[in-house]
């Protein structure tokens, strides 16, 4: 874990969706006890497949919806559900999400000026008129769209998809945040234009100073762009370490499944198969269990705790095979760091 502060923090989250119709009701675990934390400038990935749980995870940091249990953390403060409008502004003022869909994510019947504008005048950060304008031209240019000012006056559907990401990049940086949340920000994008897309938010992290939570389902698009890389599956971190330890000595199985299907083609590695389904809230066992090639009995009788590796301070796992007394390393139990 970094040895700085975190910023944002996840303390043991979970979230519990209830379907309820005229015959049945059923429960669906998206999260389970998630712990992650990020420091200020930090850039964490989060990876898993479609279904694991990383969306759910963005929205929560993103506060369009609430946690069903355990707490989040801003700025050395837990963040209230029951929070008024102003706190609630203030905190997606300093935490701004950029979505996946850049043909979505933008009202068609709206201008370039007015999606870039509207959070400056939200949050009352420049005065209508002139000076309004020339900061929305700015940010154009800060993302890449030259000049500015040709690209105020276009709507969506006359700019390409990479240029309407941008639109949304823009629109995320106008407020000044703190974190940004990029939900697989590249997925929707052309190939050649993804590379483009990272190394543009890897740029406004150095110039911005901001921090991130960069959600991806390929391993290689994650060491690009991540100092530390945290896999999820069925709502559960199963492995967490610095990009670099990550890729050089995954432990969980799982892991190393998504390693094995990461291409060298950044941000378009694929996933390791389709939309995975609820999981039963009944089962007591490790969620990897039905796909694990190394699964024991207790895999199916237990959940693995997430344990620190002894020799490498940073890194997590949850496996019970990791702690399997015949194992040549040893773990310890233990919460977070942070």
């Given at each position: 874990?970094?040895?700085?502060?975190?910023?944002?923090?996840?303390?043991?989250?979970s979230?519990?969706?209830v379907?309820?119709?005229?015959?049945?009701?059923?429960?669906?675990?998206?999260?389970?006890?998630?712990?992650?934390?990020?420091?200020?400038?930090?850039?964490?990935?989060?990876?898993?497949?479609?279904?694991?749980?990383?969306?759910?995870?963005?929205?929560?940091?993103a506060?369009?919806?609430?946690?069903?249990?355990?707490?989040?953390?801003?700025?050395?403060?837990?963040?209230?559900?029951?929070a008024?409008?102003?706190e609630?502004?203030?905190?997606?003022?300093?935490?701004?999400?950029?979505?996946?869909?850049?043909?979505?994510?933008?009202?068609?019947?709206?201008?370039?000026?007015?999606?870039?504008?509207?959070?400056?005048?939200?949050?009352?950060?420049?005065?209508?008129?002139?000076?309004?304008?020339?900061?929305?031209?700015?940010?154009?240019?800060?993302?890449?769209?030259?000049?500015?000012?040709?690209?105020?006056?276009?709507?969506p559907?006359?700019?390409?998809?990479?240029?309407?990401?941008?639109?949304?990049?823009?629109?995320?940086?106008?407020?000044?945040?703190?974190?940004?949340?990029?939900?697989?920000?590249t997925?929707?994008?052309?190939?050649?234009?993804?590379?483009?897309?990272?190394?543009?938010?890897?740029?406004?992290?150095?110039?911005?100073?901001?921090?991130?939570?960069?959600?991806?389902?390929?391993?290689?698009?994650?060491?690009?762009?991540?100092?530390?890389?945290?896999v999820?599956?069925?709502?559960?971190?199963?492995?967490?370490?610095?990009?670099?330890?990550?890729?050089?000595?995954?432990?969980h199985?799982y892991?190393?499944?998504?390693?094995d299907?990461?291409?060298?083609?950044?941000?378009?590695?694929?996933?390791?198969?389709?939309?995975?389904?609820?999981?039963?809230?009944?089962?007591?066992?490790?969620?990897?269990?039905?796909?694990?090639?190394?699964?024991?009995?207790?895999?199916?009788?237990?959940?693995?705790?997430?344990?620190?590796?002894?020799?490498?301070?940073?890194?997590?796992?949850?496996?019970?095979?990791y702690?399997?007394?015949?194992?040549?390393?040893?773990?310890?139990?233990?919460?977070?760091?942070?």
């Amino acid at each position: 874990m970094s040895s700085s502060p975190p910023l944002i923090e996840l303390r043991n989250v979970s979230k519990v969706f209830v379907n309820r119709s005229l015959r049945q009701r059923s429960v669906v675990y998206a999260l389970r006890e998630v712990s992650l934390t990020i420091a200020r400038g930090e850039v964490l990935a989060l990876v898993g497949e479609s279904g694991s749980g990383k969306s759910t995870t963005a929205q929560l940091l993103a506060r369009l919806t609430h946690p069903s249990g355990g707490e989040i953390w801003f700025d050395g403060r837990a963040i209230n559900r029951q929070a008024g409008a102003r706190e609630l502004r203030q905190y997606r003022r300093r935490v701004q999400m950029i979505f996946q869909d850049p043909f979505s994510s933008l009202n068609a019947v709206h201008t370039v000026g007015y999606h870039v504008g509207r959070p400056l005048a939200i949050h009352r950060l420049v005065p209508p008129g002139r000076a309004l304008a020339a900061q929305v031209e700015t940010l154009l240019e800060t993302v890449g769209l030259h000049p500015g000012r040709e690209f105020v006056s276009k709507f969506p559907h006359q700019l390409s998809g990479g240029q309407r990401q941008r639109v949304g990049i823009a629109r995320a940086l106008a407020p000044n945040p703190d974190v940004l949340i990029a939900d697989e920000p590249t997925s929707m994008l052309d190939v050649s234009l993804r590379l483009d897309v990272m190394n543009l938010l890897l740029d406004l992290r150095t110039t911005r100073k901001v921090s991130m939570l960069y959600i991806t389902h390929d391993l290689s698009g994650a060491n690009y762009m991540a100092d530390r890389i945290a896999v999820m599956y069925r709502g559960t971190i199963m492995e967490e370490a610095p990009a670099d330890v990550l890729m050089k000595d995954p432990v969980h199985p799982y892991t190393r499944l998504l390693l094995d299907a990461s291409t060298a083609d950044f941000g378009n590695g694929p996933s390791v198969a389709g939309p995975l389904g609820a999981l039963d809230p009944s089962s007591p066992g490790c969620p990897f269990y039905p796909r694990c090639p190394s699964r024991m009995p207790v895999c199916s009788e237990t959940r693995p705790v997430s344990a620190w590796i002894a020799d490498e301070a940073e890194h997590r796992v949850s496996c019970h095979r990791y702690h399997d007394a015949e194992s040549p390393k040893t773990g310890r139990d233990a919460q977070p760091k942070v």
